[in-house]
């Protein structure tokens, strides 16, 4: 496996040559690859789309499901645990191409547009929980999708906040999905890469064989300080807004079950709802709504 990781690597040594000192085949024990059935980081079975452009490309710690018509992923998944104890490496400086995907999205495409790019498997709980490679892998092109600033930086903060912080701490068996929703017709940015009209955030927690989901949708127009609460949803509502299917390989009652409701009871919502965004002070005096 290590030969194969090598030779992959060496063929896009020049796309890709910053990142490759950090993801040297040598010293790890799995090498970015893409592939079309691996589950180890979703429960109950990939998300099926109905468009065929996805490429399900793996990921040290997440999976990624990237569109190659959107130029971005649709959605990633990944196991959450408590970080108590964990250390995490220097945040790399830069994003970097993907050399799996065709054409690649380069940091360059977003420069200029008013979007920033924002990640879907986040770098500070991937990169403590699975190590210095993770962590870089979330700087590929493959895992971001554009967000405008308030989004990134403040709600979508909170979420990722609350999620390693609240959530991951308390849950018996965690797993994530997050990626973006797009309206009928979406802006795109210079290079072609469609703008989302909303993002959301699945966590389903799993106690003693027992699924239980918590939703977001989070619209790109955000204030900042707002309760994560006013974003909640339905599982069932991100599949209709997204054409995904999650969860497909659960039994139908169950999954019915999962995916219908909107209940918060158990996940401590009242420890995160309000807590203040991290950045805010980048943003002057935020007046918003409660």
């Known amino acids: ?24 085949c040598a010293g790890m024990a799995l090498c970015l690859t893409a592939t079309a059935a691996t589950t180890e ?11 065929s452009d996805v490429r399900v490309l793996q990921n040290p710690g997440f999976l990624v499901g990237y569109s190659t018509s ?40 977003y420069r200029g547009s008013g979007y920033t790019r924002g990640h879907l498997a986040p770098n500070y709980l991937i990169g403590k929980l699975y190590g ?25 903060q909170r979420l990722e906040e609350a ?3 609240v959530v991951a701490p308390h849950a018996v068996e965690l797993w994530v999905m997050a990626g973006p929703l797009f309206g009928a017709r979406p802006a795109a940015l210079k290079a072609g890469i469609p703008v989302p009209e909303a993002f959301y955030r699945i966590w389903l927690d799993v106690e ?55 209940s918060t009871e158990g996940w401590r919502v009242d420890r ?13 005096a935020l007046q918003c709504e409660s």
């Not at 980081?41 to 468009?51: I, K, M, N, Q, S």
């Not at 995160?272 to 002057?284: L, W």
């Open 1 to 24: 496996m290590k030969r194969d990781c090598r030779s992959a690597f060496r063929r896009d040594r020049s796309r890709l040559k910053p990142l490759l000192q950090m993801l040297a």
């Open 41 to 51: 980081e979703t429960y109950g079975g990939l998300p099926r789309a109905t468009v």
């Open 70 to 109: 959107r130029r971005q992923p649709l959605w990633v998944g990944y196991r959450a645990e408590s970080l108590k104890g964990r250390r995490l490496g220097k945040r790399p400086e830069r994003f970097e191409p993907d050399p799996r995907v065709t054409p690649a999205v380069a940091e360059t495409d």
């Open 132 to 156: 210095r490679a993770a962590q870089h892998a979330t700087f590929l092109m493959t895992n971001v999708s554009p967000q405008r600033r308030e989004l990134n930086e403040l709600v979508w």
């Open 163 to 165: 999620e390693a912080d």
């Open 208 to 262: 003693q064989g027992q699924p239980r989901a918590l939703a977001f949708i989070v619209p790109q127009d955000v204030c900042g300080t707002e309760p994560l609460s006013k974003y909640l949803a339905s599982v069932d509502e991100i599949e209709r807004r997204t054409g995904l299917d999650f969860f497909a390989e659960l039994a139908d009652a169950r999954e019915e079950a999962l995916e219908g409701g909107r």
């Open 272 to 284: 995160f709802d309000r807590r203040p965004p991290r950045y805010a002070g980048n943003f002057g």
